[in-house]
């Protein structure tokens, strides 16, 4: 039995469902159900009863849940004291961001931070958001900026930053590319290259929402799951995508991004943007950088 089986058992018996538990911490369904199953394994019992429509709490599962939750409390607590402790002695944050974020956002946030922290070290890790916010909930990450999950950890703080600017990845020769801007509906013929749901539900989704707002369906020519391979696939002419503005600095050469027209998304949620961590800890360090990006947001959020 460990901390992380602990924190899928906790999510799941207060959902009552895998599907919303696994979004609130960030998390596969498939890898919440094996964590619970080991769990269960490792105490000998069973801790919920599961059918295709109903999860339930068993008598164990009602006895170990106030124990489990006084556990992680107890758990958070000392690592929090500790990591308070560690910041008088090592200047560090450790800063998570999805791929976007890392290329527009963090080099004009680090850039204004360490005008005034220059002796603080950041060590930068790049991921998705399903696999930040657990290294965030872990102790792993001081401070994440995310896609906001619909259920978010009740551990967890977030501040929604901004909505990122879409526009549409073509191929450097395709008829569209000399265009200064595209309508959805320029689209209707074209293969589109959406990202994997599982793993980037917002922008799926955005993608297939663009469309259907414009009463047409999108052809989803390929289903790739990182940034990069997606701007590759459109280099190929493989098809056409829809990525954040800020995808452009990845400088995909022979590749260009043309903007949508502005009410092109009109009624249409975006792609938001947040940043995260863990609810009613004290952190010097990165207080100062959520400061720092308090005081810059409006001045980021006309770049995004």
Known sequence: MDL????????????????????RIGMLPSALGRHIRMLEEDLGTRLLTRTTRIVALTADGACLLDEARALLLQADELSRRFRSRGRTQAATLRVGAIDSAAAGLLPMLLHDFRERHPRVAVQLV??????????LLSGRLDLVFVRPPESPDRSLEFLFLFHETVVVAVPAGHPLA?????????????PVIVPERRSRPHSHDLTIKLFAEAGLQARVAQIAEEKQTIVNLVKAGLGVAIVPRWTAGMMAASVRFIPLEPHAAKGVDKLPLAAAWIRDSRDEVRDSMLATLRKRLVSYAERA
């Open 178 to 190: 000399g265009r200064d801007r595209v309508r959805i509906e320029d689209l209707a013929d074209e």
């Open 126 to 135: 790049e991921d998705k958001t399903i696999r930040l916010l657990p290294r």
């Open 4 to 23: 992380r089986q602990l924190r899928c058992f906790v999510a799941v018996a207060e959902e009552l469902h895998f599907g919303r538990a696994a979004q």
